[in-house]
């Protein structure tokens, strides 16, 4: 499968995760319990933890599993390069290589501005022009007002509920309801 290393959108530079990242990703969202309450893994305490993802997370782009991005401000000046969230995309499945999933976060530093909004419809873009990707879903709780509005405004349609399918650790102990979101190639469906 072949992903593009980077992206563009108007303010926003997304590149392919490098193994040191975590550092400026703890800083940036995964310390933080807003940014992470409703993701299905637990806040992060220390660096070396986020440290420990952005090394996972390199190596599994090079096994073509699953491609993770920083997103960077594209104008900073005086400084080399400010990180302000990451973005993934997935198969679905490693046997269905025509669906694939998005994911993302933006440092709530900088929430309300219009970055969820470009780097989810990029990487929305990037994941449609995959060879044979016809499908790209995204999975989010129905009480996660800001990532439902983003997708719907990126053009991606709910389609269920999926019930007590996901932990989202700093939300609850027990599995929650999750929406499902599509879009789909030349829109499709
Ligand atoms: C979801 C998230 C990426 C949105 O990022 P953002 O940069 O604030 O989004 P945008 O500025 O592009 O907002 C787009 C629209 O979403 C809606 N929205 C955003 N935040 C909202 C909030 N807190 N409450 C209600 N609506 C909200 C608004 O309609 C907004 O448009 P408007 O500002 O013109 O009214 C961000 O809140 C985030 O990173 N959350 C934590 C991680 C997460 O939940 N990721 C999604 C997992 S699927």
Not at 142 to 161: Q, S
Request: charged residues 25%.
């Amino acid at each position: 499968m072949i992903v593009p290393s980077s992206f563009e959108g108007a303010r926003l530079k997304a590149r392919r995760i490098k193994p040191d990242d975590g550092v400026a990703l703890f800083e940036a969202y995964a310390g933080d319990p807003d940014a992470t309450r409703y993701l299905p893994w637990r806040t992060n305490q220390r660096p070396s933890e986020t440290l420990a993802f952005s090394r996972l997370a390199a190596s599994r782009w090079d096994a073509g599993e699953e491609f993770v991005f920083v997103a960077c401000l594209k104008d900073t000046p005086g400084e080399k390069e400010r990180i302000i969230g990451s973005g993934k995309i997935a198969a679905f499945h490693p046997l269905f290589r025509n669906h694939m999933e998005i994911g993302f976060c933006i440092s709530p530093k900088f929430w309300r501005q219009g970055y969820g909004t470009e780097l989810s419809s990029e990487l929305l873009r990037v994941a449609l022009e995959i060879a044979d990707v016809f499908r790209v879903s995204a999975w989010v709780q129905p009480e996660n007002v800001a990532c439902c509005a983003v997708l719907e405004k990126i053009g991606m349609r709910r389609e269920c509920i999926v019930k007590r399918s996901q932990i989202h650790p700093n939300f609850s102990s027990r599995p929650v309801d999750m929406a499902l979101y599509a879009a789909f190639r030349d829109g499709e469906a």
